[in-house]
């Protein structure tokens, strides 16, 4: 059971206030009520971020993105029936109303649980050459370069050991025998890591072909050269919630024309708009990829993700989109090191 009144928020109060409740809480929801604190919605992550996807601005009202009918169960449903919504409905977290449609508690479906381990395997592609960092790379694997005082890769793993996650395959190729040597079986963390090792370049998705098990779940693959704070329990539930083969995290990324655009119709000139800004959702390099989506990757060729999301698509096969607001960072140039390095000083990484 779970008081409700930190979670409670208006139809009228706006998604930044949702994202704020939901952020601080431990339950991952907001219950939108009226005056009178009747249940008239409620609001996850995934709500949010598909609000997002549809170009919904985050000072806008909750009342655009909201569950208008929520599953809940009333005062008067024995345990064994909430249990039975909750686990029918694949659902975490059940409001319980008065008759009135009141709001008088929140139960939670593993309320008792307070850490619990993520079966999900996560894989790390660690085999770039990062060769636009230039003479850091020389001797070096950029996974290990450090970020503060610890290898980038050290910096993703813990994130992920963090939230849960304790089975990694580590994809390597460059310099493997230093990342090997590094990060080991994972003892050192109380973690499993195995590794499967490129002898050639097979990209983003290539490398997969050499998984040496099928998995049973849906795996996390993401770059060894990111930095980011994304809820990785979050996209795995927006995953199943969406019935997805496959789900890609995406960036919002922003370019400014740096001219005057002219719109014209034939010889005839119809406005001109001052350096107008440009927004596009960028891969963000981490995935979510269900079992059966592994098949179409074709063994030992280079393969790129764009690539295995082309193929899905093809065969109109449940594909996402998860949009990425948390911090994020490709480390991909010299300056993005050195901003990396500087953002770790600061507590921000």
């Given at each position: 059971?779970?008081?409700?009144?930190?979670?409670?928020?208006?139809?009228?109060?706006?998604?930044?206030?949702?994202?704020?409740?939901?952020?601080?809480?431990?339950?991952?929801?907001?219950?939108?009520?009226?005056?009178?604190?009747?249940?008239?919605?409620?609001?996850?992550?995934?709500?949010?971020?598909?609000?997002?996807?549809?170009?919904?601005?985050?000072?806008?009202?909750?009342?655009?993105?909201?569950?208008?009918?929520?599953?809940?169960?009333?005062?008067?449903?024995?345990?064994?029936?909430?249990?039975?919504?909750?686990?029918?409905?694949?659902?975490?977290?059940?409001?319980?109303?008065?008759?009135?449609?009141?709001?008088?508690?929140?139960?939670?479906?593993?309320?008792?649980?307070?850490?619990?381990?993520?079966?999900?395997?996560?894989?790390?592609?660690?085999?770039?050459?990062?060769?636009?960092?230039?003479?850091?790379?020389?001797?070096?694997?950029?996974?290990?370069?450090?970020?503060?005082?610890k290898p980038i890769l050290e910096v993703i793993l813990?994130?992920?050991?963090?939230?849960?996650?304790?089975?990694?395959?580590?994809?390597?190729?460059?310099?493997?025998?230093?990342?090997?040597?590094?990060?080991?079986?994972?003892?050192?963390?109380?973690?499993?890591?195995?590794?499967?090792?490129?002898?050639?370049?097979?990209?983003?998705?290539?490398?997969?072909?050499?998984?040496?098990?099928?998995?049973?779940?849906?795996?996390?693959?993401?770059?060894?050269?990111?930095?980011?704070?994304?809820?990785?329990?979050?996209?795995?539930?927006?995953?199943?919630?969406?019935?997805?083969?496959?789900?890609?995290?995406?960036?919002?990324?922003?370019?400014?024309?740096?001219?005057?655009?002219?719109?014209?119709?034939?010889?005839?000139?119809?406005?001109?708009?001052?350096?107008?800004?440009?927004?596009?959702?960028?891969?963000?390099?981490?995935?979510?990829?269900?079992?059966?989506?592994?098949?179409?990757?074709?063994?030992?060729?280079?393969?790129?993700?764009?690539?295995?999301?082309?193929?899905?698509?093809?065969?109109?096969?449940?594909?996402?989109?998860?949009?990425?607001?948390?911090?994020?960072?490709?480390?991909?140039?010299?300056?993005?090191?050195?901003?990396?390095?500087?953002?770790?000083?600061?507590?921000?990484?």
């Amino acid at each position: 059971m779970k008081s409700i009144n930190r979670l409670l928020i208006s139809p009228h109060s706006s998604i930044m206030e949702a994202l704020f409740i939901i952020d601080k809480g431990s339950v991952q929801i907001a219950l939108v009520v009226d005056e009178e604190q009747r249940l008239i919605g409620t609001i996850t992550d995934g709500d949010i971020r598909r609000g997002i996807l549809r170009g919904i601005e985050l000072n806008s009202e909750v009342r655009l993105i909201m569950q208008s009918s929520p599953i809940v169960s009333t005062e008067d449903d024995s345990p064994e029936i909430v249990f039975a919504k909750m686990k029918n409905y694949h659902l975490k977290q059940i409001p319980i109303v008065d008759k009135l449609g009141k709001v008088v508690r929140l139960e939670l479906l593993d309320e008792m649980i307070k850490f619990k381990r993520n079966d999900n395997w996560v894989v790390l592609m660690a085999g770039g050459l990062g060769s636009r960092l230039g003479e850091l790379t020389k001797h070096c694997p950029k996974p290990l370069l450090k970020i503060g005082t610890k290898p980038i890769l050290e910096v993703i793993l813990e994130n992920f050991i963090a939230n849960g996650f304790y089975r990694f395959i580590i994809s390597v190729n460059y310099k493997a025998e230093m990342i090997m040597s590094y990060f080991g079986d994972g003892s050192r963390w109380g973690v499993e890591i195995l590794y499967v090792q490129e002898n050639k370049r097979l990209g983003t998705a290539g490398a997969l072909s050499l998984l040496p098990f099928l998995p049973d779940e849906p795996i996390i693959v993401m770059n060894g050269d990111l930095l980011t704070k994304v809820n990785f329990k979050q996209l795995l539930d927006f995953h199943i919630e969406t019935k997805s083969k496959a789900t890609m995290c995406v960036r919002e990324y922003e370019y400014q024309v740096p001219y005057g655009v002219v719109r014209v119709n034939n010889d005839r000139l119809e406005g001109i708009e001052e350096k107008p800004v440009q927004r596009f959702f960028i891969s963000g390099g981490i995935y979510v990829l269900s079992p059966d989506a592994l098949q179409y990757i074709p063994q030992d060729t280079f393969y790129d993700m764009p690539s295995l999301f082309d193929k899905l698509l093809q065969l109109e096969a449940a594909t996402s989109a998860f949009p990425i607001r948390e911090y994020w960072m490709d480390i991909g140039r010299l300056d993005d090191f050195e901003r990396a390095n500087s953002e770790y000083l600061q507590g921000i990484v």
